[in-house]
């Protein structure tokens, strides 16, 4: 989500890409980059649906992967629902923590990215009735075998024998049909996923083609929704693995300066003095590169050629002067709506929360009458 954050699964058991994966993969770049042209035509009419699992306060992760790239949409006319998807944190969890604080760091975090909820709809899972119960006639139009062939699905299956008395949950392993019902209920036709997450979107253009076939095949009533392939940008964490809230690797947008500066002093690098960008074979550098470029407006490779024979010391500096000074409004902005209180929080949920409610109780009734299922 992305579609949504789904739970991450190990990375043993994630396969290498097949040749028709490989194909399947080039089609859905070349049918996004005439998306990307379609949006600059007429954005209005795309909406999108994506968001987040309230896990944690997002980080330096979230805002590069797919937080500017939301707004970037909503920014050009674009429609975009965001679910804070706090049903889907007890999916892979018995503990779900102190939910409510949680959800308020998420959309302080919105906020602060440049969200804006007279142009944005943010909402939580539980607050839309009607959304979740789309969940019972979409979970027969999808096979158990189906489910079980779907990545996160299968990953969890073959990581579940090493958990301490943890097996799968019915939630997790329906996963991908409540996704498609998140994106279904407001008829989103257009969600930002990496190439990892197309097999989830796949799955929601099954059930909304299934649905059609079924119960409106002269007129069909769902999109099918298309995928806008974000940049695969990994960041990494300073211990050198993914970012990640819950490995405690990350750089949290709320950090302070102090933070930030910690944060990159104890960034893995290598042994070598010259600084190249070879992602490669040199990925720790070049994730610094990377990051650095973004904040300076630059190229990693331009960035390498300025830091030099310098070393890692000079390319930390550099990199964390760069991010310093480009999450200072960003901070500037959060401080300022932390600082008003839960009120602003409530007040953004609450206007969403209806108007997800009013599309949701629209798109259920109307599903219920195509399945002939309103007797009164």
């Known amino acids: 989500m992305s579609v949504l954050s789904a739970p991450a699964p190990a990375a043993s058991t994630v396969p290498a890409p097949s040749p028709a994966a490989t194909a399947s993969a080039a089609v859905a770049q070349a049918r ?26 997002l980080h330096l992760g979230h805002l590069l992967a797919t937080l500017d790239n939301r707004v970037r949409l909503q920014d050009a006319g674009v ?19 102190d939910l409510p604080a949680v959800v308020r760091e998420v959309v302080l975090d919105y906020l602060a990215a440049g969200v804006d909820p007279a142009r944005s709809t943010v909402f939580t899972h539980s607050a839309v009735p009607a959304l979740n119960q789309l969940l019972l006639p979409f979970l027969s139009l999808v096979s158990v075998a189906e489910l079980e062939r779907n990545p996160t699905v299968k990953a969890e299956a073959a990581d579940a024998e090493r958990r301490q008395g943890r ?4 939630l997790l392993f329906t996963y991908p049909v409540h996704q498609a019902a998140d994106i279904l209920f407001c008829h989103g036709n257009l969600v930002p996923v990496g190439l990892d997450q197309l097999p989830h979107l796949e799955t929601t253009r099954i059930v909304a083609r299934r649905f059609n076939q079924r119960y409106a095949a002269a007129s069909p009533y769902f999109p099918e929704p298309e995928a806008l392939l974000t940049p695969s940008l990994t960041v990494l964490g300073n211990d050198g693995a993914k970012m990640s809230k819950s490995r405690g690797n990350a750089l949290e947008l709320r950090a302070s300066e102090d933070d930030t500066v910690r944060f990159f002093r104890r960034a893995r690098t290598d042994s070598e003095r010259h600084i190249a960008y070879d992602p490669d074979g040199r990925p720790e550098v070049a994730n610094l590169l990377r990051i650095g470029a973004h904040f300076a407006g630059t190229t990693p490779q331009e960035l390498a050629d300025q830091v030099g024979d310098a070393g890692a010391g000079r390319l930390k500096s550099v990199v964390t002067e760069a991010v310093v000074e ?33 599309v949701a109780d629209r798109t259920l009734a109307d599903v219920r009458e195509l399945m002939g299922t309103v007797y009164a």
């Open 32 to 57: 996004s980059a005439e998306v990307e042209a379609e949006i600059a035509r007429d954005p209005g009419r795309f909406r999108v649906l994506t968001g987040d699992r309230p896990t944690g306060a």
């Open 79 to 97: 429609e975009v629902v965001l679910v804070v998807a706090d049903y889907q944190v007890i999916t892979d969890r018995d503990d779900a923590g």
């Open 167 to 170: 097996g799968m949950s019915g």
């Open 326 to 358: 480009g999450l200072r409004p960003l901070r500037e902005r959060r401080r300022a709506l932390a600082s008003d209180g839960p009120a602003v929080v409530r007040d953004v949920l609450a206007r969403g929360n209806v108007r997800a409610n009013e």
